[in-house]
């Protein structure tokens, strides 16, 4: 097992957002901002604009789990430190790093940007090698050490419990395992922030490969089968969920889009959907995937 850095599970505390004076901007802002980034909210109770952006803003940075913090300045109590750092209109919100304004915007922004500006920020500090302990466990499940691999998503995940790509990969090392439902329980509880993540796409996909791998038919059969006739489109389709649960990602690949050439409309699009369930469960330089998107993109485009 890796040994994993604590800074991030101990920062997400009850402190994460506050109101700070100017008695205590230099430790609060200053000072903390040594250790994790600090976003500065300029405000007043009389701006509009301010109470539209401060709760969007405090939204975000909660969802960041305690990898920023935010605090919040009334610019009528404490007119030095905003002129001081030059606040000439409110709102106005800066991100400091190691004791230094390093961003910052005026205005309100929507969601998307905000979800944006709060992302940048708690990346300047880095993520405390997880992403090495991820490429770690990525190489354990590679080399067939699933349980390893496990534990080591879950020990990543114990700091950063919306780490997509641990996520991702946590759901994999089940599958590997043989732990189908187990893996699906994990998918259905994965942070909702996150459900959308290529990572967690890629995880739904392999388990509904798995899923379907549990009851594809003999291989030989089923190449017996559409050998005998050609034109028998359900005989091909399983022929490519048998050579997929058989470690053959290749043979599937080209049986399905011979399918989808031969009529890409039976069985509602089956053969395009299936194609496309294997690309989002391969790695996305993986070299089948990257052939099989062309060539069912060039027979699209015919």
Known sequence: MLELNQ????????????????????AEVVDASQEVPVIVDFWAPWCGPCKQLGPALEAEVAKA??????????????QMIAGQLRVQSIPTVYAFWQGQPVDGFQGALPASE?????????ALAGDDGLS?????AEEM??????????????????????NAPAYGGLIRALIAQGHLDEAEATLNGAPAEITDKPEIEAARAQLDLAREAANAGPVDDLKAQVEADPENHQAQFDLAQALHAHGD?????????D???RDRDWNDGAAKAQLLKIFEALPPQDPVALNGRRKLASMILV
């Open 132 to 136: 090495e302990a991820v490429a770690a």
């Open 65 to 78: 789990g305690g990898k920023v913090r935010m605090v919040k300045v009334n610019v009528d109590e404490n």
């Open 114 to 122: 905000l979800a944006k500006f709060v992302e940048k920020t708690a």
């Open 7 to 26: 800074n991030a599970a101990a920062a997400a505390g009850p402190d994460v957002i506050k109101d700070v004076s100017e008695a205590d901007f230099m």
């Open 249 to 257: 990602v290749e043979g599937a690949v080209e049986q399905l889009l």
């Open 141 to 162: 499940l590679a080399e067939g050490a699933a349980d390893d691999a496990a534990q080591t998503f879950q020990a990543i995940l114990g700091e950063d419990p919306a």
């Open 259 to 261: 399918l989808f050439k």
